[in-house]
């Protein structure tokens, strides 16, 4: 099982900024389920990816790798451009 909760903002922070991603059994209309997932909060919002009933972990491993990918580059772009656009 995988069970990580991080907090994204600071301690002094009142937002409420996390990420939990999870994978592991749990218990579902009486029945064990691999239940696999990625959430990101922040204040009012979240998003949860999870694989879809069409896809196989090998896929959510895809899609998790695509979201790493355009995250680093967004990152590098602001990193590089820190200045408010004109």
Do not use: Q
């Amino acid at each position: 099982m995988y069970n990580k909760r991080t907090w994204l903002n600071k301690e002094s922070s009142p937002s409420t900024g996390n990420v939990v991603a999870f994978d592991g059994l749990t218990t579902w209309k009486g029945e064990k389920i691999r239940n696999t997932f990625l959430s990101v909060s922040d204040c009012y919002s979240t998003i949860r990816l999870h694989p879809t009933d069409d896809e196989n972990i090998d896929d959510f491993i895809d899609k998790m790798k695509l979201l790493r990918d355009d995250i680093d580059s967004f990152i590098s772009y602001l990193e590089n451009n820190k200045e408010t656009p004109k």
